[in-house]
């Protein structure tokens, strides 16, 4: 399934003028290809890292995928560095702990006039709605703010009101 991300209204970016998320449900995973089409050579893309969990991703250009569960809610982030990191959540923002779950970032591919970041997620199974966003920072600092919907107010991906992607079950192996 192929969705649309929006800017918000206040974070509109100069450079970029497209995201789009290609989504399927693999059994206990959501793969993932974020595709970012515009003047991408103004956006600061993060160096290459170790495919290893990190934190602080949102700080920089990085994708998000946000997915309730029967105890709160799962916050995942891809940086095109390769890095990730995956949180709990007991409530909307509380109690904020390393999660289980993990993802990979399993390529990026970049062109003149966009990159593709394709990821793995391991979602719980009781995700049936979830959020995607991204955080898009260009290279004098500005930063813009992407997501299926915006609630009102300031940018707020995990605000539930951002978690409008129904998924389709699981896909059988």
């Not at 409530?91 to 793995?120: C, F, I, K």
Request: aromatic content about 10%.
């Amino acid at each position: 399934m192929l969705v649309t991300l929006t800017p918000h209204p206040d974070t509109p970016s100069a450079a970029i003028h497209r995201i789009e998320v290609d989504v399927e449900r693999r059994e206990d995973f959501i793969w993932l290809r974020f595709a970012v089409f515009g003047d991408v050579g103004q956006v600061r893309w993060p160096e290459p890292a170790e495919p290893d969990r990190a934190d602080d991703l949102w700080r920089h250009t990085c994708f998000e995928v946000f997915a309730p569960t029967d105890d709160g809610y799962r916050e995942f982030n891809l940086s095109p560095s390769g890095a990730w990191a995956s949180y709990t959540f007991a409530g909307y923002r509380l109690g904020m702990t390393p999660a289980n779950e993990r993802s990979q970032v399993l390529d990026v591919e970049t062109t003149e006039a966009w990159v593709t970041v394709e990821a793995l997620v391991e979602a719980p199974l009781e995700a049936v709605r979830i959020g995607l966003s991204a955080v898009i920072e260009d290279i004098d600092g500005g930063v813009s703010y992407w997501a299926l919907a915006h609630p009102p107010g300031k940018p707020d991906f995990h605000h539930p009101d951002s978690f409008a992607l129904t998924l389709p079950p699981p896909e059988p192996a």
